[in-house]
């Protein structure tokens, strides 16, 4: 298991491989579809991003309403293929890591293999345990959008694995293959 922090450079994200089980800590931020929707209209407006997107890491999730006495409530990553259509154009501008579940189109993983990003792969499911990993949560950007809006969260030992990588492997891919080809040994 590797550990590592945020920010995460390019260089730092290319160490990273297909199937690598990590440690995250530092600050992340969330958004979902809305949220991309118009950080997008940013960038074409030539308008400052609510945060900066040079060697950020995105957390798809909209967390539930925090209890009273927690950070924040369930916190479990959302679909990611829904991020899709921004993600190639954020990747460019800097995003450096994206965190979710579910597989990638062909564009954001030719965007990955040419900037230089990674996907993480969390535990759907386990939202209430991801959780547990924030040590703070502060809104920044689109409060009107709710549990969609741009949060800053801190996190400390997140559990998560490297999905796809920088030279375009899956794990979604490769377990498949491997499944296979251990059943044809059999």
């Known amino acids: 298991m590797k550990t590592i922090k945020t920010p ?19 600050t992340l931020f969330t958004a979902r579809d809305a949220a991309h929707l118009r950080l997008l209209d940013s960038v074409k407006k030539a308008e400052p991003l609510p ?23 369930s916190a479990g990553p959302t679909t990611s293929y829904r991020m899709d259509a921004f993600a190639p154009d954020l990747i460019a501008l800097g995003l450096t890591g994206m965190i979710g579940k579910g597989e990638r189109s062909p564009k954001v993983v ?3 293999m040419k900037y230089g990003a990674v996907y993480f792969g969390a535990i759907g499911g386990a939202g209430a345990l991801l959780a547990q990993c924030v040590e ?19 996190v400390k030992d997140m559990p998560l694995t490297v999905i796809i990588d920088c030279e375009g492997n899956d794990l979604y891919v490769k377990g498949r293959t491997d499944y296979l080809q251990r059943n044809e040994e059999q």
């Open 110 to 112: 030719d965007a990955m």
């Open 136 to 154: 703070s949560s502060e809104m920044i950007a689109y409060e009107d959008l709710g549990a969609e809006a741009i949060r800053k969260l801190t």
């Open 51 to 73: 945060f900066d997107i040079e060697n950020a890491i995105v957390y798809y999730v909209g967390p539930t309403p925090s209890k009273p006495g927690k950070v924040i409530g």
């Open 8 to 26: 995460l450079s390019r260089e730092d994200a290319r160490e990273l491989h297909c199937g690598d089980t990590v440690l995250l800590s530092g």
